[in-house]
């Protein structure tokens, strides 16, 4: 039987902590900061920003410290914030429909906004970078929020207005919520917001929030599930919309296939199939971020090269040759030998992947768990097993069957780019990983104690991303014996503490 070890633990607080000691929390986490600052102003980096408080003292939770140490970094005053310009009418026009939620905002407005018996509550809607788009609510309530800047068309994002339910949100793209003094800026005390992030169920992209906020005093424990609700409500929304434009996509092909001679399909912009003829219609095909080029030769994984044509608001897509008949849709070893695969994580919310090669060149956006999947593989050329892999992911070497099927996800369009026992990538493919500037913006989303690991490892400097450049080392004063010294090239030895772990090795499972 497995053995949970659960005797060793302390007894874990069941009762959620007041507004008074999230106040003494936020006060002696921002006064020790400071003080360690201002006595060792060079160890003031990420690694060292963390809350310093001792045994049996509450401390901030892990998103929430995170956020205000990644603060004290940036330099935001507590009680000012910075100044945020607001959204002007016709780009504030622009961005809701770009967002394509204001489709859902009238049901939204009508299941989270009771008109009969209006709660203390303000509804917001805010896109991907954080814009605050539409906001209703009790009257009285607003007024409040206008004197805090909380109004449509400002910006809602950390940089400006300090942790808030939307900018986490967005941040770890899961429901989030920040309660009265968790709010970096001291001004949003009094407050309690919870907030959902959106995605497009074509493309999964993040797409915006769901923010629910109110008095903090008054607040109701069930905020946080209906709030999860109402984004998955918007999502199921949003994929009533895209059905509908497919099946009309869908009337205009048939007629077209009808006279086309040999295989081909159409698929709408995201690249979901509407209608096929010839071959098996797959159900999706990975678009490039930049999109295609009309009339041009493109190769598309699990098709091959194909010929793109515009077709109303989809693509007529007409293999060059059958993928059937002879793997051309897959990468093979031959296609993968000297392959450049380049992972770029710069953009927090929009993971990507760059392949060129004998097999054309070709890119598409990555999922969460794709994106988390590759970055340890790119940071252990070496190979790792199923159970490494998982133990990397998830803290469990049991979880084998999750990554197996992941892995052959990624081998449909990988294909030899990809080796297995142990999973690796090809020895011949040059890897290379992108990062963003602020190490803790990789993958911002993910809580696999690998990235974990792997973004206290950049903050420290003791390790760097695959094909990155050296740092430039800061001048030192003279006769100092660790001038030159550099962080270790990624390599086998320089990653063996942030990577997918062996079994022989060190069993910690988090940052």
Known sequence: MRQTGRQSRRPERRTPPTA???????????????????????????????????????????EIGDSWARLRRLGLDPDAGAATALLGPAELEQRRRASGLDTVMPVLRETLLDTADPAPLILAIADAEGHVLWQDGERGLRRSADRIGFVTGARWIEESVGTNGIAVALRAQRPMHVHSAEHYLRSHHTWTC????????????????????????????????????????AETELRAHR?????????????????????????????????????????????????????????????????????????????????EADGAGTVSAEQAEGARLRLDLRRPDRPELYVRGAADSWSHPLSPRHAE??????????????????????????????????????????????????YRFADSVLVTVDGPEDPYDLLPASTAPAVRRLRAGLAAGTVRLPGAAAPVPAPRPAGDGTAGAQPPASSVASWSSVGPQSRSSSTETSA
């Open 20 to 62: 008074a000691e999230l106040a003494k929390v936020h006060e002696r986490t921002l006064a020790d900061a400071a003080a360690r600052e201002l006595a060792l102003p060079e160890t003031g980096g990420p690694g060292s920003s963390g809350g310093a408080g001792g045994p049996g003292l509450l401390e901030p939770r892990p």
């Open 194 to 233: 919870v907030a959902a992030p959106v995605h497009d169920p074509a493309t999964g992209r993040l797409v915006g929030a769901i923010n629910l906020s109110g008095p903090a005093h008054n607040v109701r424990p069930f905020l946080l599930q209906l709030t999860a609700t109402a984004a998955r409500l």
């Open 243 to 323: 059905l509908e434009a497919l099946h009309q996509l869908r009337t205009l092909a048939a007629p077209l296939l009808a006279r086309v001679g040999g295989p081909a399909l159409v698929v709408d912009a995201a690249g979901w199939t509407a209608a096929a003829a010839g071959l098996p219609p797959p159900s999706r095909l990975r678009v490039p971020s930049e999109g295609w080029v009309p009339a041009a030769v493109h190769w598309v994984p699990g098709l091959g090269e194909c010929v793109l044509e515009p077709l109303a608001d989809g693509w007529l897509v007409r293999p060059v040759r059958s993928p």
């Open 373 to 422: 999947l590759l970055l340890l593989l790119a940071t252990s050329r070496e190979g790792s097993t199923a159970a490494q892999l998982a133990e990397a992911l998830f803290g469990d070497a049991g979880r084998t069957v999750t990554i197996r099927a992941e892995l052959s996800r990624l081998r449909r369009y990988l294909g030899g780019l990809l080796a297995h026992r142990p």
